[in-house]
C-alpha cells in the first residue's frame, strides 16, 4: 500500500473477530448503537452479547443496564427487538435479555453509559468585560448576572461568514 490507511481499515479484522466472538455478526450493531436503538435507549443500555439456542430458532440479545434503568429498558423491549432486527434486516433476534448491573466496578460494566458531558470553555477576557460593560447600567444583581451571561454566551458565538475577527 502507498500513504495511508485509515483507521477503520487498519482494525476491521480485529474488530469483527471480537465481535463474532460475542456473537455479534454485524458489527454496524456495536458501533452504531445509538443510531439502531434510538439515544434515549443508548443512554441507559450497552448490547453485552447474542446468545444462539440450540434449536436455532433465533438469538437473545444481553443488553446491560443498570438497575434503575431497567424497568424503563423492559417497556421498550419489543421496539428495540424491532429496531436490531432492521439492523440485521432479518428475524435474527427472537428475545432480549436484560442485564442488570452498576455501570462501574465489574468486568462488563467498566465503560460508562453516558459520554462525559463536554468540559465548558472560559470565553476570553476581551468578551467578559464586554459583557460586564454591557449590563452595567442594571441595578439589580441576578438580573444584572443573568444578561452577562446572555452577553458572553451571544459573544463567543461564531459568526455565520465571518472568516478572521481579528482584522
Known sequence: ?????????????????????????????????????????????????????????GATLTLLTTGAAAPILQMQLPRIRERVNACYGYN???RVAIT??????????????AAAPPAPREPAPEILARAAQTAQGVSD?????????LGQ???SRPQAGATDRKG
Open 153 to 155: 454566551n451571544v459573544l
Open 100 to 113: 442488570q448491573t452498576a455501570p462501574t466496578g465489574f468486568a462488563e460494566g467498566q465503560a460508562a453509559f
Open 92 to 94: 435474527a433476534i427472537s
Open 1 to 57: 500500500m502507498r500513504g495511508f490507511e485509515s483507521a477503520s481499515g487498519l482494525l476491521r479484522d480485529k474488530i469483527r473477530v471480537a465481535g463474532e466472538a460475542r456473537g455479534f455478526a454485524v458489527a454496524r450493531l456495536l458501533t452504531h448503537w445509538a443510531e439502531v436503538v434510538g439515544d434515549e435507549v443508548a443512554a441507559i443500555a450497552r448490547p453485552v452479547k447474542i446468545g444462539y439456542g440450540r434449536g436455532g430458532l
Open 141 to 149: 444583581p441576578s438580573l444584572r448576572a443573568a444578561l452577562e451571561a
